[in-house]
T-cell receptor, first 112, second 116 residues
Framework: KQEVTQIPAALSVPEGENLVLNCSFTDSAIYNLQWFRQDPGKGLTSLLLIQSSQREQTSGRLNASLDKSSGRSTLYIAASQPGDSATYLCAVPQGGSEKLVFGKGTKLTVNP | DTAVSQTPKYLVTQMGNDKSIKCEQNLGHDTMYWYKQDSKKFLKIMFSYNNKELIINETVPNRFSPKSPDKAHLNLHINSLELGDSAVYFC???????????????FGSGTRLTVV
């Protein structure tokens, strides 16, 4: 059974800092890994999707890496801004299914 | 143009009532899902449909019944609502491109259900 863990659970940083969010998963036989952002009271916004054959994906100030063999992914946010404040969720499919398993998220607060 | 849209956004109802949540996606995806986010913000899958066929059914009370009239729509009907059903329900869709690969999941904005 796939389990996803995200560390830290919460993070507070001053504006401008670079930061790393961590995600680990127990079953390395994944097809892809997806990072989402959730703002309070809102839905999930997809940030980055990494297929199993890829090692990283970049979008603007965000960079996500994937190390399947060790069951880890990191989301790097450069030059953080207050608008980056949200909960960041990591998710992977379970086994060969379409069932997406989520971590509990990292709540990020960027202070002006 | 909203990719995955859910209605209603908010739903407040009394215990024992029956209610439905509707979901539509205009992405042409084959697979649609219902996820539940509980009070601790943890997201868990409830159901998945592929081309109108149920493929995932987690341990969900049979008071919850999904219905997919076509591959662009997946509705969730809940009978005899209980206090513990209060949560945010998210619809999502994805498109498999073969050998388990897909272009990722697209989520709707959620329906906040409050049972009083």
């Amino acid at each position: 059974k796939q389990e996803v863990t995200q560390i830290p659970a919460a993070l507070s940083v001053p504006e401008g800092e670079n930061l790393v969010l961590n995600c680990s998963f127990t079953d390395s036989a994944i097809y892809n890994l997806q990072w989402f952002r959730q703002d309070p009271g809102k839905g999930l916004t997809s940030l980055l999707l990494i297929q199993s054959s890829q090692r990283e994906q970049t979008s603007g100030r965000l960079n996500a890496s994937l190390d399947k063999s060790s069951g880890r992914s990191t989301l790097y946010i450069a030059a953080s801004q207050p608008g980056d404040s949200a909960t960041y969720l990591c998710a992977v499919p379970q086994g060969g299914s379409e069932k997406l398993v989520f971590g509990k998220g990292t709540k990020l607060t960027v202070n002006p | 143009d909203t990719a995955v849209s859910q209605t209603p956004k908010y739903l407040v109802t009394q215990m024992g009532n029956d209610k439905s949540i509707k979901c539509e996606q205009n992405l042409g995806h084959d697979t649609m899902y219902w996820y539940k986010q509980d009070s601790k913000k943890f997201l868990k899958i409830m159901f998945s449909y592929n081309n109108k066929e149920l493929i995932i059914n987690e341990t969900v009370p049979n008071r919850f019944s999904p219905k997919s009239p076509d591959k662009a729509h997946l509705n969730l009907h809940i009978n005899s609502l209980e206090l513990g059903d209060s949560a945010v329900y998210f619809c999502a869709s994805s498109q498999e491109v073969g050998q388990g690969l897909n272009y990722g999941y697209t989520f709707g904005s959620g329906t906040r259900l409050t049972v009083v």
